[in-house]
């Protein structure tokens, strides 16, 4: 689990890295008298980014993972009901052969006292 999250950390990581990067305009220069902009919102950086990202995968490795694991106790669960039934009927058939050879053997036993 935790080679997967490396793997998606760089992945992440390297699609921010590779990413076009913009190159500065020429502009005019600001004249000395403008006031400092206000800070603005710090843009995240690529670590946080790639943090993000790998969080996401995460994520969406947990609810796959979850939902594998329902699937497969459904199959399960539908797997010994069937067994159960083909188990059951496997008995019954057993029973009625064993009645009958049963049945068989007291008529044989009878037709055999009859006979001199």
Do not use: F, R
């Amino acid at each position: 689990m935790k080679k997967t999250l490396l793997v998606a950390a760089l992945a992440a990581l390297s699609l921010v890295a590779c990413g076009k990067k913009e190159e500065p305009k020429a502009s005019a220069p600001a004249p000395a008298a403008a006031p400092a902009p206000a800070p603005a919102a710090a843009a995240p950086t690529p670590m946080d980014a790639a943090k993000d990202s790998a969080a996401k995968a995460m994520d969406a490795t947990k609810d796959m993972a979850a939902k594998t694991a329902d699937a497969a106790k459904d199959a399960t669960g539908k797997a010994v009901e069937a067994t159960k039934d083909a188990a059951a009927k496997s008995v019954d058939a057993a029973k009625d052969a064993a009645g009958k050879a049963v049945e068989a053997a007291k008529d044989a036993a009878k037709d055999a006292t009859k006979k001199p």
